[in-house]
C-alpha cells in the first residue's frame, strides 16, 4: 500500500474518510467510476451527479454551478486526469475564484485516457500503437503539473504519489476549500489493466 503508484481503489476509499455523506460528488471518473460508486458511496439524495451526455468536460463547471445553487455544499469533483483537461481547469478554477465558489478536485491521474486506448486496442488490435508500445496522445506520461496549474489559477494545489501522504493532502485541500479557495489534488494512480 505504501508504493508508486497509489492504486484508484485506495485512492476512493481514503477520499471516503475525508468527506462525510453531506458533500455533493461529480462523477467524471470515466474508467474507475464504478469504484466511485462502491467506495464513495452516497446516501443522501441529491449528492451524487453524473453528465448525462458523452462529451468530457462537464464535471468542473458543473461544481461551480453547483456551488452557485447552493453555497453551503461542499463539492467534490472526481475526475480523469483527460476529464480535468476537457473541463478547462484554467477556466473553472478562475470562475471558482471570482464567484467564490470554491470546491475540491480529486484526479484519478492514471497518465493514460484509458477509456480511447481501450477503444483502439478493440478496434484495431494489430494497431500501429499496439505493435510499438507508442500511444501518442494517448499516454500522458510524464504528465503536465495540474497543481501548479491549480496554484497558477489561484486554488491550493497538491500533487500525491504515495498513499501515506494522500490523507494528509486532502485534508489540506478540504481545509483550503473550507476557507474559500478551490483546490485540486493530483493523485498519481496505477494505470488500469486494459
Ligand atoms: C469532448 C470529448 N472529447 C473526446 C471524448 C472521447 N473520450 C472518451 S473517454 C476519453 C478519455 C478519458 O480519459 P481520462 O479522463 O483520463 O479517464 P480514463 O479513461 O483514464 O479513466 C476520451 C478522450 C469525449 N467523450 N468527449
Redesign the pocket.
Known sequence: MGSFPISPLALFATLSEVIDESWTVLD?????SAWLTRFVPRTIPGTLFKSGG????WALGAAVGVKLADPARQVVAV??????V?GCPTASLWAADIQKTPFLTVI?N?R?????RNALRIGYPESYAERTGSWPGILIDPPPDYAALARASRAHGETVDRIDDLKPALERAIAAVRGGQAAVVDVRTSH?AG
Not at 54 to 57: E, N
Not at 112 to 116: F, I
Request: glycine share 16%.
Open positions: 467524471e471518473s470515466v474508467g474507475a458523452s462529451s468530457l468536460g475526475v480523469g486526469d483527460g476529464t480535468f476537457y484519478n492514471n493514460q485516457h484509458t477509456a480511447t488500469v
